[in-house]
């Protein structure tokens, strides 16, 4: 069957506003019109277009094969051509689920299922290709998209996309963004006041003699000195608004018939013990603890954040048990996550610096919040981190404080904050000039939400279960790309059916197991740890069906109110579970 030829769409890669020209040098311009849904993998070129030239080796033998690749990142899905994978010997993978590609342009595209997995080296550098098998006529041998971006961290970091497009022989100079001082790399913000402001994809580059990016922040924060400085400082300093005649104080209000709990302390590795003490005398110093006598006693502990700093936990299990709960309205996140990305095209993230510290105690209610420390015992003067109802006073003052801007111009979730604009001129004052975000764990673009890809190296990198705990943990991580996933259910039900039914079950196992030494009696009958062949295939196939995942497009309601669109709802049944999702197009057929 002949599929047509894939259409290239020559976009503009800049855009000018006021002053200030923005050019996206590692993510092609987008066009609202031609969005994918969750099934479809739709494509829009660099222009002029980028290319690079790899060497793969020959059935993993030198001497090596010369292929070349288009470079694509609205493609969500890297496709190789099969001829290609022939050629080089590459073993290809049989798909239980067909996917529909839509070409750019619109046109509908061929029904692909077969994925490969395989990687070049270029420049030095090793790089993975996890492809989906496509016939792509010849053109090219394969096309590098938004996957292969994110998976190796291009987006994020312009040295290293600037290292592949120089190693692969890419025409910069046609681009025309790559004279000294245009291309911008990520910056690092000062630690401020009330709020930290985070840029996690800088993709601007400044026009002669306009302002760079670095002095618009460096003009926010001389203009607004008042809230950007580099700590929280003392309590007593705190503004007029945060103390007693405001009535903004946190409480703990106990159940009825609640009584006193006291716990011991935690024992603390030696290692610690210098952070434990710092990031104690700190608090100290600033206020936001005192020494206490109070009855009510909670452990404290530290928890390594993963880079070299650590965080400080306290455990309040108990006081939260008697503690009544706050049933203040959290936001919900996908209707968040949708909201900013329709119709936006820049965008500023703000982060409330240590938010909960930024409220005070209630006076009577400070020594339920005692901890035990190396220190002696001491109390919370400012709302805790990990007290019950902590996110939803935070939640609850912070929507005071935006009333009348949350989903005009900006949305909250609990501390971060997301603002948006259809053009500069909505954000003169306050504009980070993004033109993607990381908000809430996902990725929002003009039009579009992708996975955090942390997540998916996470999913990618998981190592194969060894206990059920592990199997969780990993069932857990691609649950979360649950929405992004086509017929997750069906992906996961073999490693579900390796989970035992309860806990009781699987304590029972595992305290059997102990109780013998690794080694269960053969009069065992109960539910038995297996993990063979057919779920190491399983697993193996979640992480390559995870490492392909296309983006969510939002629906346009003035296109639909128009009729230029409709919305249609595609329900689907099977044995191991049911779906649903909304296709947005101008017919069933193109939704």
């Given at each position: 069957?002949?599929?047509?030829?894939?259409?290239?769409?020559?976009?503009?890669?800049?855009?000018?506003?006021?002053?200030?020209?923005?050019?996206?040098?590692?993510?092609?311009?987008m066009i609202p019109s031609d969005i994918a849904d969750g099934q479809d993998h739709s494509y829009t070129l660099f222009h002029p277009l980028l290319a690079i030239s790899v060497l793969a080796p020959v059935n993993d033998q030198l001497p090596a094969c010369p292929i070349?690749?288009?470079?694509?990142?609205?493609?969500?899905?890297?496709?190789?051509?099969?001829?290609?994978?022939?050629?080089?010997?590459?073993?290809?993978?049989?798909?239980?689920?067909?996917?529909?590609?839509?070409?750019?342009?619109?046109?509908?595209?061929?029904?692909?299922?077969?994925?490969?997995?395989?990687?070049?080296?270029?420049?030095?550098?090793?790089?993975?290709?996890?492809?989906?098998?496509?016939?792509?006529?010849?053109?090219?041998?394969?096309?590098?998209?938004?996957?292969?971006?994110?998976?190796?961290?291009?987006?994020?970091?312009?040295?290293?996309?600037?290292?592949?497009?120089?190693?692969?022989?890419?025409?910069?100079?046609?681009?025309?963004?790559?004279?000294?001082?245009?291309?911008?790399?990520?910056?690092?913000?000062?630690?401020?006041?009330?709020?930290?402001?985070?840029?996690?994809?800088?993709?601007?580059?400044?026009?002669?003699?306009?302002?760079?990016?670095?002095?618009?922040?460096?003009?926010?924060?001389?203009?607004?000195?008042?809230?950007?400085?580099?700590?929280?400082?003392?309590?007593?300093?705190?503004?007029?608004?945060?103390?007693?005649?405001?009535?903004?104080?946190?409480?703990?209000?106990?159940?009825?018939?609640?009584?006193?709990?006291?716990?011991?302390?935690?024992?603390?590795?030696?290692?610690?013990?210098?952070?434990?003490?710092?990031?104690?005398?700190?608090?100290?110093?600033?206020?936001?603890?005192?020494?206490?006598?109070?009855?009510?006693?909670?452990?404290?502990?530290?928890?390594?954040?993963?880079?070299?700093?650590?965080?400080?936990?306290?455990?309040?299990?108990?006081?939260?048990?008697?503690?009544?709960?706050?049933?203040?309205?959290?936001?919900?996140?996908?209707?968040?996550?949708?909201?900013?990305?329709?119709?936006?095209?820049?965008?500023?993230?703000?982060?409330?610096?240590?938010?909960?510290?930024?409220?005070?105690?209630?006076?009577?209610?400070?020594?339920?919040?005692?901890?035990?420390?190396?220190?002696?015992?001491?109390?919370?003067?400012?709302?805790?981190?990990?007290?019950?109802?902590?996110?939803?006073?935070?939640?609850?003052?912070?929507?005071?404080?935006?009333?009348?801007?949350?989903?005009?111009?900006?949305?909250?979730?609990?501390?971060?904050?997301?603002?948006?604009?259809?053009?500069?001129?909505?954000?003169?004052?306050?504009?980070?000039?993004?033109?993607?975000?990381?908000?809430?764990?996902?990725?929002?673009?003009?039009?579009?939400?992708?996975?955090?890809?942390?997540?998916?190296?996470?999913?990618?990198?998981?190592?194969?279960?060894?206990?059920?705990?592990?199997?969780?943990?990993?069932?857990?991580?691609?649950?979360?790309?649950?929405?992004?996933?086509?017929?997750?259910?069906?992906?996961?039900?073999?490693?579900?059916?390796?989970?035992?039914?309860?806990?009781?079950?699987?304590?029972?196992?595992?305290?059997?197991?102990?109780?013998?030494?690794?080694?269960?009696?053969?009069?065992?009958?109960?539910?038995?740890?297996?993990?063979?062949?057919?779920?190491?295939?399983?697993?193996?196939?979640?992480?390559?069906?995870?490492?392909?995942?296309?983006?969510?497009?939002?629906?346009?309601?003035?296109?639909?109110?128009?009729?230029?669109?409709?919305?249609?709802?595609?329900?689907?049944?099977?044995?191991?579970?049911?779906?649903?999702?909304?296709?947005?197009?101008?017919?069933?057929?193109?939704?």
């Amino acid at each position: 069957m002949h599929h047509p030829q894939p259409q290239i769409n020559q976009l503009d890669t800049e855009l000018t506003a006021g002053n200030t020209t923005l050019a996206y040098l590692a993510l092609a311009q987008m066009i609202p019109s031609d969005i994918a849904d969750g099934q479809d993998h739709s494509y829009t070129l660099f222009h002029p277009l980028l290319a690079i030239s790899v060497l793969a080796p020959v059935n993993d033998q030198l001497p090596a094969c010369p292929i070349r690749f288009l470079l694509d990142t609205r493609a969500s899905t890297t496709f190789v051509d099969p001829k290609l994978a022939v050629k080089l010997g590459w073993s290809v993978q049989t798909g239980a689920v067909q996917m529909k590609v839509r070409l750019a342009g619109g046109k509908a595209g061929p029904l692909v299922s077969n994925t490969v997995v395989r990687s070049f080296l270029l420049g030095g550098k090793m790089y993975q290709i996890n492809g989906v098998i496509m016939d792509l006529h010849g053109t090219y041998d394969g096309i590098l998209g938004l996957n292969f971006f994110v998976q190796h961290g291009l987006l994020v970091d312009a040295n290293s996309f600037v290292h592949l497009l120089e190693a692969g022989g890419a025409n910069l100079s046609a681009l025309g963004l790559w004279k000294e001082g245009a291309l911008k790399s990520k910056i690092a913000l000062a630690t401020l006041h009330n709020t930290e402001i985070h840029s996690t994809t800088l993709q601007a580059a400044t026009a002669a003699g306009s302002d760079s990016l670095a002095d618009v922040l460096r003009h926010l924060q001389a203009k607004f000195h008042d809230v950007f400085c580099d700590d929280l400082g003392d309590v007593r300093n705190f503004p007029t608004i945060s103390k007693t005649k405001s009535g903004i104080r946190f409480e703990i209000n106990l159940k009825q018939g609640a009584t006193l709990h006291h716990s011991p302390p935690y024992r603390v590795p030696k290692a610690l013990l210098p952070h434990f003490h710092e990031m104690l005398l700190e608090h100290l110093n600033a206020g936001r603890l005192h020494y206490s006598s109070s009855p009510w006693v909670s452990p404290a502990f530290l928890v390594s954040k993963g880079n070299g700093k650590f965080r400080m936990v306290c455990d309040f299990w108990a006081l939260n048990n008697v503690t009544v709960p706050d049933m203040y309205p959290m936001g919900n996140v996908q209707d968040i996550l949708h909201c900013a990305a329709r119709k936006r095209r820049i965008f500023a993230k703000l982060d409330c610096k240590d938010a909960f510290f930024q409220t005070l105690m209630r006076e009577e209610d400070i020594p339920k919040t005692a901890i035990t420390t190396l220190l002696g015992l001491m109390e919370w003067v400012v709302m805790p981190q990990g007290i019950r109802n902590a996110p939803d006073a935070q939640q609850h003052q912070i929507n005071e404080a935006l009333q009348g801007l949350t989903g005009e111009c900006c949305e909250v979730y609990v501390d971060d904050i997301i603002i948006w604009g259809k053009n500069a001129k909505d954000l003169h004052d306050n504009i980070l000039f993004l033109n993607e975000v990381s908000f809430l764990g996902h990725i929002i673009c003009p039009g579009q939400i992708l996975p955090d890809p942390k997540k998916i190296a996470c999913v990618e990198q998981f190592p194969i279960p060894t206990c059920s705990q592990q199997l969780h943990s990993f069932l857990g991580l691609v649950n979360y790309l649950c929405d992004f996933v086509l017929n997750l259910a069906t992906h996961t039900a073999v490693l579900h059916a390796a989970l035992p039914l309860n806990t009781a079950v699987e304590k029972a196992y595992y305290k059997a197991v102990k109780m013998h030494k690794g080694h269960l009696l053969d009069s065992w009958t109960g539910w038995t740890w297996s993990f063979g062949p057919a779920e190491q295939a399983a697993f193996e196939a979640v992480r390559c069906v995870v490492s392909t995942v296309p983006c969510l497009t939002v629906i346009d309601y003035d296109a639909v109110k128009a009729g230029t669109q409709q919305v249609f709802l595609f329900t689907d049944a099977s044995n191991t579970g049911t779906s649903a999702w909304i296709g947005v197009g101008t017919s069933r057929d193109s939704a």
